[in-house]
């Protein structure tokens, strides 16, 4: 499966704001944007004009970057995001956020949206009782996501499932972190995703 597997702290860096994709590094002072604000390269501290497509395109690779995706599988959301009844922007913004590894990550089972695919990928979590080890699984109203049993006596989630009891999860998840299982109560709506991207120029640059 392709991905990406340069440094992330550029990427946030060629963004100009935290991504948030390296965990906890993200808030220490060794974050790469706190040590060097402008893009990477050769002319990264040059000033550039910017045009209407290039905003258009930084926020699709922002989002892109946010959520860990690649492009193809970005345009599919967005033609899903299309298809349905409502705003086309916050329709692939909550396509997105219901992705299983960004639903453990926002439970904050994960330090980061990578650490939670990794997570999924090593079939630590059931919904509804099966194993899921597909990141991209949708989840929907109703689902209930829990640790699987022998994963529990891992430290890792032992300690994760420690700091995650001392967070709160956005309002369309509910956690218990003594059962080690969340439920799905709700569909997460704009004013809940934290994304901060422009979904309007996102469909502005797959409309053109």
């Known amino acids: 499966m392709a991905k990406y597997t340069g440094s992330v702290c550029r990427l946030c860096r060629r963004e100009g704001l935290k991504l948030y994709l390296k965990g906890d590094r993200c808030f220490a002072p060794k974050c790469a944007i706190e040590r060097r604000a402008y893009p990477p390269g050769q002319h990264g501290q040059g000033r550039k004009k910017v045009s209407e497509y290039g905003l258009q395109l930084r926020e699709k690779q922002k989002a892109r970057r946010i959520y860990g995706i690649l492009e193809n599988q ?50 630590h979590f059931m919904v509804n009782g099966r194993k899921v080890n597909i990141p991209s699984y949708l989840i929907r109203v109703g689902d209930v996501i829990t640790v699987r049993e022998k994963s529990k006596e891992s430290p890792k989630l032992k300690e994760l499932l420690e700091r995650a009891g001392d967070r709160t999860p956005p309002a369309w998840l509910e956690l218990e972190a003594e059962q080690a299982t969340a439920r799905v109560v709700d ?11 422009q979904e309007h120029l996102i469909v502005e640059l797959y409309s053109r």
């Open 74 to 123: 970005f345009r599919r959301y967005f033609e899903k995001a299309e298809r349905q009844p409502g705003v086309t922007g916050e329709n692939l913004l909550r396509l997105l956020e219901r992705r299983l590894d960004n639903v453990i990550y926002r439970l904050g089972l994960g330090s980061s949206r990578s650490e939670a695919r990794q997570l999924v990928r090593h079939g």
């Open 187 to 197: 569909l997460p709506t704009r004013d809940q995703i934290d994304a901060t991207v």
